[in-house]
């Protein structure tokens, strides 16, 4: 496993080597000498925090955090430690979003109780805001449910046709003893499936106390996307049928986004409370 990343920021030699010295072997380490140099390294190493000092020639410490917390995107969320003899200046930092301050000089125990506290205080907010969730495809699209919401996934077993239910819901399938309605998913978007009938899956959900099958070609192993992998701002995203189930979109490696989705939004309110009842017109059991 990779060591967290830091980045040490600071125009005295002495102090970088000290911190360096410190922080070596617990920490991959990447060290700056004035603003313009954290900012450009802050953004093409993302490090897992920065060791920042204020007064440093061609831009300060004050202005590299004020220009971190403005980027939302890239470098909002990066905490920041600042390292400096002068503590008005740093408490008033602490007031704009910096992590921790810690004066100069310092012990090599106080930094490391520092740093490791920053870091998992890190950890902490990322964890509290993250979702596991289940990516699946069907046809052309690829999508993600909250895996909380899915009971198991299995390949798909034999199905039983289900007379009278819509194109997307006209089979079934039997799951211990019970009937479980199946919903084709890339049916329902209108697609055709990029597998062969005996390689798709089914993915059984739990939509308000009522299971149901989804037939999909693909299903990936769960994951678990942090808060600010999660992009809940999707007002007026178009997405066809699925604009409905919108909960967010999912930031994914490669510079992607993939519709992370309410389960029900495949089917409609009414239908789901009509399925108890097509079942039953079609001869099918409910329970063993």
Known sequence: MSLPSLLLV???????ALEKAILSGHYALHTASNGREALEKLERLQPAAVLLDLSM???????????????????????????????????ACLGLGAEAFLPKPFRAEDLLSTVATTLENARRRARAGSMLVLRMSAGEQEFALPLDSVREVLLQPALRPLPGGPPFLCMYVELRGAAVCVLDVARRLGQEHRVSLR????????????????CV?????????????IDRNVGGADHGLLRE???????????????????????SRGLLRELPELLRQGGVRLDA
């Open 57 to 91: 020639p061609e831009m300060d410490g004050d202005e590299v955090l004020q220009k971190m917390k403005a980027d939302k995107e890239r470098l909002a969320n990066i905490p920041v430690i600042i390292i400096s003899s002068e503590k008005g200046r740093a408490e």
């Open 217 to 229: 070609d693909r299903v990936q192993d769960p994951e678990e996307f942090g808060a600010a992998e």
């Open 10 to 16: 600071d125009d005295s030699d002495a102090i970088l």
């Open 199 to 214: 390689e798709r899956m089914l993915v059984i959900i739990q939509v308000e106390d009522m299971p149901l099958a989804l």
């Open 245 to 267: 189930g919108l909960i967010g979109m999912l930031h994914v490696s490669g510079g992607g986004a993939l519709p992370l989705l309410d389960p029900k939004v495949f089917l």
